[in-house]
């Protein structure tokens, strides 16, 4: 694009060919980003539904009402909730750990760096599929488990093991991308400060506690947020292994949004749930924000 | 990655040996689930057991099935396709809207890095419904550009070309000005070969992030012919193949392949982008 305007001389090239260089993001943002934003911000105060006759009627806040008051919502959000909290202190615990141990050189430490990535590259689909049949009833972890004298629960079939069992899943997919995160806020603190520690004599663990961990407090804030929004939304693994049961045991806010909008085409509805989940995803983002931060001193 | 101090001085395998002892475990753990997938795959008849498929014989009879079964071929070629016209669009306008905003050369380049910024921490589901309107809208709902258009201009890659333009020194492109070079050609001829590590950064993370695509190729698609290989994967999973392990397990290597082999070839590139992105 852009390609024939021409003018030479000016140092900083002209304002034209600048607006020309930006516009794929004006367009992609305005028409595939700001607009379905307040599009669905409007839908959201309406009753549309592509498959019932007559156009959308306004209808206020009752959308908003009817998410609040619906035992289904409610139930999707607590299921998402304890996803969360039964999830991201695993795998930031695990993340960082791992991080620690394979940031100082040693023999293979790629090996270890690539091999715990490598679940974060495949699809969720396959992921799912592969926990599904591991999971399955005389599949190979109850095998495991026989082996050692245990009685297996019926996993995903078991509305009190379902949910634990795709989170189980969670943790040792995504530790892998965190690890990532962390190596890199570690890379970033000065070896200087170490050293000035090691001079005075500082254990291991004291140079832990007062240089590593307070100086990684912005990186903690970033895994924490981009893991909390990721957990917000966790759909395909639902879909693929549990379908939301049973008994809407593993049935998600994405998922239940999914389901009123793709099956009930109720998308008037659907988008006053979007919006909630939207403000309770931005709620907890500075919640975040305002916990992990403050302490902190100034770093980097 | 700092690996220049462990290429000249390698560490000894000795005080190697502690962290061994408890990451090997632990990296044994994260990839047995992948053994089993493609023990289970090459298994005529194992079921779910990881024994019975590990003691043989192998074949690639699931693999036969699997690619005689209504429309996996498709699925692949799909997926290809897709993720071609996606990587190429990515990376043509990461290139454009991240040097421009890295020279600041637009007024507001503060509050468009914002909006960027802004996306990037969206939650991208919000979207998924009023986007399905606005594709319905298009009349673009169940063609492959719903599958490309709303992914071609990616936040996060115009944010790395943006970080990497601002370290870029800006000489070249005043010397070349100077000699009377038009935008577009120092852009061309100046610019673009100095972004080409940037570029391959682009290229290779939104190829993994487009071929592992589920929520929206699955409510932007409902033709069976333009399905992408998760979501024809998926829902094949739901129809008489539900407990046909084998079969389920030579699709899922099927489709980890591609992402595994960039996975490993670029390893580098895409840790160190990770790395460099999250330090910004």
Redo the contacts between chains.
């Keep these: 694009m852009s390609a024939t305007i021409h003018r030479s001389g000016a140092a900083h090239g002209s304002r034209a060919t600048a607006w020309a260089f930006l516009s794929p993001w004006v367009i992609a943002f305005g028409l595939f980003g700001l607009f379905p934003f307040a599009f669905s911000l409007a839908a959201s105060f309406t009753d549309y539904s592509p498959i019932r006759a007559g156009g959308a009627s306004f209808v206020g806040l009752a959308n908003y009402a009817r998410a609040l008051s619906d035992p289904a919502f409610w139930s999707a959000l607590g299921n998402t909730a304890f996803f969360v909290v039964g999830t991201i202190p695993f795998t930031t615990t695990l993340a960082l750990a791992l991080a620690l141990a394979v940031q100082p050189a040693f023999r293979g430490r790629t090996l270890f760096r690539v091999g715990f990535f490598v679940p974060s590259v495949v699809s969720v689909v396959v992921l799912s599929l592969v926990f599904k049949g591991l999971y399955a009833s005389n599949g190979a972890l109850d095998g495991v488990l026989r082996a050692l004298g245990l009685t297996p629960p019926a996993w995903l079939l078991d509305p009190r093991t379902a949910l634990p069992a795709i989170m189980a899943m969670d943790v040792w997919s995504a530790s892998g991308y965190y690890m990532i995160i962390f190596l890199a806020g570690l890379e970033a603190i000065p070896r200087e400060l170490y050293d000035a520690a090691r001079l005075e004599g500082a254990s291991r663990r004291a140079q832990l506690a007062h240089i590593t961990l307070p100086l990684l407090r912005p990186t903690l804030l970033f895994v924490l947020v981009v893991n909390t929004v990721r957990s917000l939304q966790i759909f395909a693994e639902v879909f693929v292994m549990t379908r939301g049961g049973p008994l809407h045991s593993t049935t998600t806010v994405v998922y239940y949004l999914y389901e009123e909008a793709f099956y009930r085409f109720n998308l008037g509805y659907a988008s006053a749930v979007a919006y909630l989940l939207f403000l309770i995803t931005l709620a907890l983002a500075w919640v975040q924000m305002k916990t992990v931060r403050p302490a902190g001193p100034e770093a980097r | ?3 220049a ?2 290429q000249s ?5 000795g ?2 040996l502690g ?2 002892l ?2 090997g475990p ?2 044994l ?3 047995v ?2 053994a ?2 493609v023990a ?1 795959s090459l298994a005529p008849a194992a ?5 019975r498929a590990l003691a043989g014989p192998w074949n690639l009879d699931h693999y036969v099935a699997l690619f005689a079964a209504a429309g996996v071929g498709r699925y692949l070629v799909n997926s290809a396709l897709v993720a071609f016209a996606v990587v190429s669009l990515n990376v043509a ?1 990461a290139a ?2 991240g ?3 890295g ?1 600041r ?2 007024p507001g380049e503060r509050w ?1 890095t914002l ?2 910024v802004a ?1 990037l ?14 594709l ?1 809208r298009m009349h673009l709902l169940d063609t492959y550009a719903a599958l490309v ?2 992914f ?2 990616d936040a996060f890659s ?1 944010f790395l070309v943006r970080q990497f333009v601002i370290g870029l020194p800006i000489e070249l492109e ?1 010397a070349a ?1 100077v000699d ?5 050609l ?2 061309r001829r100046v610019v673009l070969p100095l972004l080409k590590p940037v570029l391959a950064v682009v290229a290779i993370q939104s190829f ?1 992030a487009n ?2 695509s ?2 929206f190729p ?2 932007f698609v409902d033709s069976d012919r333009l399905r992408t290989l ?2 024809g ?2 829902l094949l ?2 129809t008489e193949h539900s ?1 046909d ?1 084998g079969f ?2 030579a ?2 290597t099927v ?2 392949l591609p ?2 082999a ?3 070839a670029f ?1 580098r590139q ?2 160190s982008g ?6 910004k």
Aim: hydrophobic content about 65%; proline content about 6%.
């Design positions: 990655m700092s690996a101090g462990a001085l390698r560490p000894a395998w005080p190697s962290r061994w408890w990451l632990l990296l753990s994260m990839l689930p992948f089993w997938m289970i079921g779910t057991s990881f024994l306008t454009m809207v040097y421009i905003l020279r050369r637009v468009w909006g960027i996306t921490m969206l939650p991208k589901q919000v979207l998924m419904i009023p986007l399905y309107l606005v319905a258009l709303p071609a201009v115009i005043e000005r009377g070079a038009s935008d577009w120092v852009f993994l071929w592992n589920f929520l699955l409510i998760p979501v994967l998926a999973s739901q407990v392990w389920l397990m699709g899922s489709a980890s992402v595994l960039v996975f490993l390893q895409i840790l990770l790395l460099a992105g999250a330090e």
